[in-house]
């Protein structure tokens, strides 16, 4: 099972390290959520063929890609913008922020802000709120829609 697992990860390293490039924007940081992604992988999950393992080494390097970029709690392009560049994003954070805390309830203001920030899954926010999970998405999905509506009203219209 490992074998597969491992013949199908050195066939397609190079694939996968190109996704993890794509979400981290950083080559050193790809390579290590390739390895993160191998490591939690390697010897755990029973794989059959290359088809499921090249399905699931695709999805836990995507997964462990994005957890990583959440641990940044930074926009992964800012240190590359110009000055100026930086500061836009920096006011449009602020601007995002406090369309987070005066437009949305409370329940989503809580969701949203500990999916979007703290990255706590939407299960453990679901168990922690004593709500279900399905309802937990439908109002973190509310919530987005409310403040790209603010956003657009505020910004966009002239």
Same mark, same amino acid.
């Given at each position: 099972?490992?074998?597969?697992?491992?013949?199908?990860?050195?066939?397609?390293?190079?694939?996968?390290?190109?996704?993890?490039?794509?979400?981290?924007?950083?080559?050193?940081a790809a390579?290590?959520?390739? !390895?993160?992604?191998?490591?939690?992988?390697?010897?755990?999950?029973? %794989?059959?063929? #290359? *088809?499921? /393992? $090249?399905? =699931?080494?695709?999805?836990?390097?995507?997964?462990v890609s994005?957890?990583?970029?959440?641990?940044?709690?930074?926009?992964?392009?800012?240190?590359?913008?110009?000055e100026e560049?930086?500061?836009?994003?920096?006011?449009?954070?602020?601007?995002?922020?406090?369309?987070?805390?005066?437009?949305?309830?409370?329940? !989503?203001?809580?969701?949203?802000?500990?999916?979007?920030?703290?990255? %706590?899954?939407? #299960? *453990?926010? /679901? $168990?922690? =709120?004593?709500?279900?999970?399905?309802?937990?998405?439908?109002?973190?999905?509310?919530?987005?829609?409310?403040?790209?509506?603010?956003?657009?009203?505020?910004?966009?219209?002239?």
């Amino acid at each position: 099972m490992a074998d597969i697992l491992t013949e199908t990860y050195q066939r397609i390293r190079l694939r996968l390290k190109a996704r993890a490039g794509k979400v981290l924007a950083d080559a050193e940081a790809a390579e290590d959520a390739l !390895q993160d992604a191998f490591l939690k992988l390697w010897g755990r999950y029973p %794989v059959r063929n #290359e *088809k499921e /393992a $090249e399905a =699931l080494l695709t999805r836990t390097v995507r997964n462990v890609s994005i957890d990583q970029l959440r641990k940044r709690k930074t926009v992964p392009l800012a240190g590359d913008l110009p000055e100026e560049d930086t500061e836009d994003l920096e006011t449009r954070f602020r601007q995002v922020e406090e369309m987070v805390t005066t437009a949305l309830t409370d329940i !989503q203001r809580q969701i949203i802000r500990r999916h979007e920030y703290e990255g %706590v899954t939407l #299960e *453990k926010i /679901a $168990e922690d =709120l004593g709500m279900q999970p399905p309802a937990v998405r439908m109002q973190l999905s509310r919530a987005r829609k409310t403040i790209r509506e603010q956003y657009r009203k505020r910004y966009h219209e002239e």
